[in-house]
């Protein structure tokens, strides 16, 4: 007589799903108990509606790419462009992350370059984690040349009525000293021989992915994918459309990696949680005290304060909300105050994992590919960076 087959056991939550539904849960109380009202709410959830679709959506087409082996064919054929040059692979690895950020944006940069840094390390036989932060810090120090970089410089640019080239004029200088502080701290804290441990790499073999349909069918979906970004078509559009083609396409040639961990409620039910507690911050006093802390002086010193006061809150709750609370306090007209608020909340949020989305998704590719992010180290040197960067970005600014 056949054994009836025992029950699969329950897997437990881990760390970020608890903290996830525990965001969720706050928001929803501030929402049940009035401290947030329902039309507030509302106007929330609808602002950040294309933002969970892009999430949901660009999430998934990672993950099938990934399993596609696209990643790893581009890593391989990186580390084999450097020739085994360690600070070669690190300038090549620093233009990437800096081109892509600027160009596309720096969720882009977050979700298909990180898993490509960590394909390459896998290829090469190194430490991971130095790839790997290379992607998260210019994936925001490197947001501030474009309008389509970063969704507060969209904002940004709306309320200055900037057009595109002469809002990349006005911020290639705080861009290139953004960056060129990045790198510094890259290198110090994570890519110098004592760091890495090995003077050179050995360049490895050509990779050929196992299934070479899916491989062309992922390569030309991420590559379509970057093409409707650049075309200005929304980026919650162009990440359904490639996640659908994936999808099909699995469903055809390999049903079998179709399954519900990939849809990223953790990440979803963070971003949402967390403005419903935003909104609910600022209704009760955080206008209050950006007020205070930013000011309302034009000059140099309102820019400093401006740029300081964004990458505390940045990181505190969140850049794309302390952005629009301190873009509220700011008078009509202050130009380079608003600019200084911009640097401070694209620049700063490199210390703690929720100060950006980019962080975040960054965070769900490190955790996916099974990379260990130690997190006291990750904040003590996020937080120098963040000074460092920050201090170079608005000294730019300010001069000129």
């Keep these: 007589m056949e054994q009836p087959r025992p029950a699969p056991a329950r897997r437990r939550l881990a760390g970020p799903e608890l903290l996830a539904l525990g965001l969720l849960l706050a928001g929803l109380l501030c929402l049940v108990t ?75 940069t977050a979700v298909l370059l990180t898993p490509v840094m960590i394909a390459m390390a896998v290829r090469i036989d190194a430490p991971p984690l130095p790839l790997a932060m290379t992607t998260v810090w210019l994936a925001n120090t490197a947001s501030l040349s474009l309008p389509v970089a970063n969704l507060t410089n969209l904002l940004a640019a709306g309320r200055l009525d900037l057009a595109v080239t002469r809002f990349a004029a006005r911020m290639a200088l705080p861009q290139l000293a953004a960056v060129l502080a990045t790198a510094a701290s890259l290198w110090l804290f994570y890519w110098r021989r004592g760091a890495r441990g090995r003077d050179r790499y050995a360049p490895p073999d050509r990779h050929a992915p196992a299934d070479r349909v899916l491989f062309r069918v992922a390569a030309a979906t991420c590559a379509g994918f970057v093409l409707g970004i650049v075309a200005g078509v929304p980026i919650e559009v162009v990440a359904v459309a490639g996640a659908v083609v994936l999808v099909v396409a699995y ?18 039910a963070s971003v949402t949680g967390l403005f419903l507690i935003v909104d609910t911050v600022v209704r009760y006093g955080l206008s209050n005290l950006l007020h205070a802390a930013i000011g309302a002086d034009p000059g140099a010193a309102g820019v ?97």
């Design 304 to 400: 400093w304060r401006a740029a300081g006061a964004g990458a505390v809150l940045a990181n505190v709750i969140n850049n794309l909300p302390a952005y629009l609370a301190g873009e509220a306090v700011i008078p009509a007209g202050h130009t380079d105050q608003l600019l200084g608020l911009l640097v401070g909340t694209n620049v700063g949020p490199l210390v703690l994992p929720w100060a950006s989305l980019a962080t975040l998704l960054w965070v769900e590719r490190c955790r996916a590919a099974g990379v260990t992010v130690r997190w006291p180290r990750f904040i003590a040197t996020g937080a120098v960076t963040a000074a460092l960067a920050l201090a170079a970005a608005t000294a730019a600014l300010a001069w000129l």
């Design 34 to 108: 009035g401290l947030v009202s329902p039309h507030d709410a509302g106007a929330t959830l609808r602002r950040i509606g294309p933002l969970l679709v892009f999430l949901f959506a660009v999430l998934i087409l990672a993950e099938l790419a990934a399993r596609a082996e696209l990643f790893d064919v581009l890593a391989t054929r990186l580390a084999r462009l450097a020739g085994g040059s360690y600070p070669a692979l690190f300038a090549l690895t620093v233009c990437l992350a800096t081109v892509t950020t600027g160009v596309l944006n720096l969720d882009t």
């Design 251 to 268: 469903a055809v040639r390999d049903r079998a990696a179709l399954r519900w961990s990939l849809v990223p409620w953790p990440l979803l």
